[in-house]
């Protein structure tokens, strides 16, 4: 779920966290995630939006993956489950303008979230497609 951290090797110097889910204009399931390493060359991190093919199975498209000024700030200094809204000031012009563009609706409460990925991501959760 969004707010989670994954680490992504067992050292723990990389992980992935989803930051919210939404439906998109072209009707998948899209997420916003940051990704962060902290290895021998220093901090990077990074914030990106991937989306589910509906058609393609358990597929997920990187629509768009960008670097972020600060990289320390965001590995620690912000706590793990820390919703940043998509008008969030410190997220990089670059991806707030593809947010903008794609998101169809609100994104998912934390609810409707678990929910989605308990049924496997189905394009209609609820009755209703993101509402």
């Known amino acids: ?3 989670t ?15 919210m889910t939404f439906r998109s204009t072209r009707g998948e399931w899209c997420r916003e995630f940051r990704l962060a390493t902290d290895g021998d060359a220093g901090m990077a991190a990074r914030v990106g939006i991937a989306c589910r093919r509906a058609s393609a199975g358990p597929a997920w498209r990187l629509v768009a993956l960008v670097p972020v000024a600060g990289a320390a700030a965001i590995v620690h200094d912000t706590p793990p ?4 809204p998509a008008a969030d000031p410190t997220l990089p012009a670059a991806l707030g303008g593809h947010l903008t563009k ?8 934390s609810t409707r979230e678990r929910e989605l990925i308990a049924r496997g ?7 209703s497609r993101s509402e």
Do not use: N
């Not at 951290?5 to 930051?19: F, K, Y």
């Not at 489950?81 to 940043?84: A, D, K, L, V």
């Not at 991501?121 to 009755?127: A, L, N």
């Open 81 to 84: 489950g820390t919703f940043r």
């Open 121 to 127: 991501w189905p394009t209609v959760i609820g009755g």
């Open 102 to 109: 794609m998101i169809e609706g609100r994104p998912l409460d």
């Open 5 to 19: 951290r994954h680490h992504l090797d067992p050292s723990g110097r990389a992980w992935v966290e989803p930051v």
């Open 1 to 3: 779920p969004s707010g």
